[in-house]
């Protein structure tokens, strides 16, 4: 499709069908491009894999795992606390030359990410990995803060962890929703995300900016001096396309309120085109609208 500037493509993801009758609370909307999504309950020991097909999201399977010796909620570096929210997996790592613990393979996420960053959260090395063969069954709270999976589990669902793509959804506690408050919820976000896009692409800086909270923060800026480098930026800018699809959106799992949409993002102005993979972090206000609370890509 081609069109002149200002221009709105919104390639948004059509909402999956649901396969079970009640999802964990944090599963909103896959796109195609994500086969899997995995979600630690770390209240009952339980690694549950879901899948995403044509035929809608369902339950494909569920693993026992171990967590933090401390518990979950880590704040810090080396408190032995496995962390909450939500993650995705950057790489997969060869375990045969690494200590036995770590079992046939590894996973590691993208802890700290930039809500944990915000809240001052640190420590890194945050993995999803096997077992010592020779262990047994490792007792629940028995990691530095990774997820310990066995070892026949974990090569089973190796091929479902994809870097770059997977998300793991820690919580404490599983909750699920009704599809209706599913749906609902959903319909808020993409209507939302439409209307930041079309700021976007106007550019209307004064519409694209009342979309982010007033303690929104990026990159050690504060929202003014944030603020100041957007206008800058929209001035020298000028009208724009803008084409966003292979939308996800996900709850984050103890923070009521707050969502993520994770996205490609195609912006082309002044015959120059740019293309990342963008994540938003809105969240609800007292007043029940939708603000951007964090951004970053990846």
């Known amino acids: 499709m081609r069109c002149t500037v200002p221009?709105?493509?919104?390639?948004?993801?059509?909402?999956?069908?649901?396969?079970?009758?009640?999802?964990?609370?944090?599963?909103?909307?896959?796109?195609?491009?994500?086969?899997?999504v995995f979600v630690a309950d770390a209240g009952s020991a339980a690694l549950h894999r879901y899948s995403n097909s044509p035929d809608g999201i369902r339950l494909a399977g569920t693993s026992y795992m171990s967590i933090g010796e401390n518990g979950v909620g880590k704040r810090r570096e080396w408190d032995r606390r496995t962390p909450l929210g939500i993650y995705f997996v950057v790489d997969r790592l060869d375990t045969s030359r690494m200590h036995e613990k770590y079992g046939v393979v590894a996973f590691p996420l993208d802890y700290p990410n930039v809500r944990d960053r915000q809240a001052a959260r640190?420590?890194?090395?945050?993995w999803v990995h096997g077992v010592d063969p020779q262990g047994g069954r490792r007792p629940e709270y028995d990691t530095d803060g990774?997820?310990?999976?066995?070892?026949?589990?974990?090569?089973?669902?190796?091929?479902?962890?994809?870097?770059?793509a997977t998300p793991v959804i820690i919580t404490a506690n599983l909750r699920r929703v009704d599809a209706a408050?599913?749906?609902?919820?959903v319909a808020e976000l993409r209507e939302a995300m439409a209307a930041w896009a079309h700021a976007l692409a106007a550019p209307?800086?004064?519409?694209?900016l009342a979309y982010y909270a007033d303690d929104f923060r990026y990159r050690g800026l504060e929202r003014d001096e944030w603020e100041l480098l957007r206008?800058?930026?929209?001035?020298?800018?000028?009208?724009?396309?803008?084409a966003m699809g292979d939308l996800m959106l996900l709850a984050e799992p103890e923070?009521?309120?707050?969502?993520?949409?994770?996205?490609?993002?195609?912006?082309?102005a002044n015959?120059?085109?740019?293309e990342t993979v963008k994540r938003l972090y809105w969240r609800r206000d007292g007043a029940g609208y939708l603000r951007i609370v964090a951004e970053d890509n990846g």
Do not use: H, K, M, W
């Open 7 to 36: 221009c709105l493509l919104l390639l948004l993801t059509p909402l999956a069908a649901v396969a079970d009758e009640r999802l964990p609370a944090y599963l909103l909307q896959l796109p195609q491009s994500i086969t899997d």
């Open 122 to 126: 640190s420590g890194n090395g945050i």
């Open 146 to 164: 990774c997820l310990a999976v066995p070892n026949e589990d974990l090569s089973r669902l190796a091929g479902a962890f994809r870097p770059a």
């Open 181 to 185: 408050d599913r749906e609902r919820i």
């Open 204 to 208: 209307d800086p004064d519409a694209y």
């Open 231 to 242: 206008r800058e930026r929209f001035a020298g800018r000028g009208a724009a396309e803008v």
């Open 255 to 268: 923070e009521p309120g707050v969502y993520l949409a994770r996205f490609r993002l195609r912006t082309a």
């Open 271 to 274: 015959g120059a085109s740019i």
